[in-house]
């Protein structure tokens, strides 16, 4: 079993900056592919960035050379760096955590992200 705690959610001006991070439980995060996805109101949940067990990051075409994804395994920590952050950007965002034992995967329980000035 693998819990999921979000945390560096806020509010934050447009083109302003924030660092989310993501605390898995137990000893498998090294094998776990990590995604950070977004829902925001009246819209499906999107998946803004993942990477794999071994590092590699690959992110949306939306948020592509403003956010960075990356992973600290001695942490059991993912984080997602959002820069030149848009109103658009505002949403709910989850981190998951996907296996081969467990298809779904785990989810987070969210952190909002409000852009506004």
């Known amino acids: 079993q693998v819990q999921l705690v979000e945390s560096g959610g806020g509010l934050v001006q447009p083109g302003g900056s924030l660092r989310l991070s993501c605390a898995a439980s137990?000893?498998?995060?090294?094998?776990?592919?990590m995604s950070w996805y977004r829902q925001g109101s009246g819209t499906q949940r999107e998946l803004v960035a993942t990477?794999?067990?071994?590092?590699?990051?690959s992110s949306a075409d939306s948020v592509k050379g403003r956010f960075t994804i990356s992973r600290d395994n001695a942490k059991n920590t993912v984080y997602l760096q959002m820069n030149s952050l848009k109103p658009e950007d505002t949403a709910v965002y989850y981190c998951?955590?996907?296996?081969?034992?467990?298809?779904?995967?785990?989810w987070g329980q969210g952190t909002q992200v409000t852009v506004s000035s």
């Open positions: 998951h955590a996907w296996t081969v034992w467990r298809p779904e995967g785990y």
């Open positions: 990477i794999s067990s071994g590092g590699s990051p």
């Open positions: 137990g000893s498998m995060f090294r094998i776990l592919e």
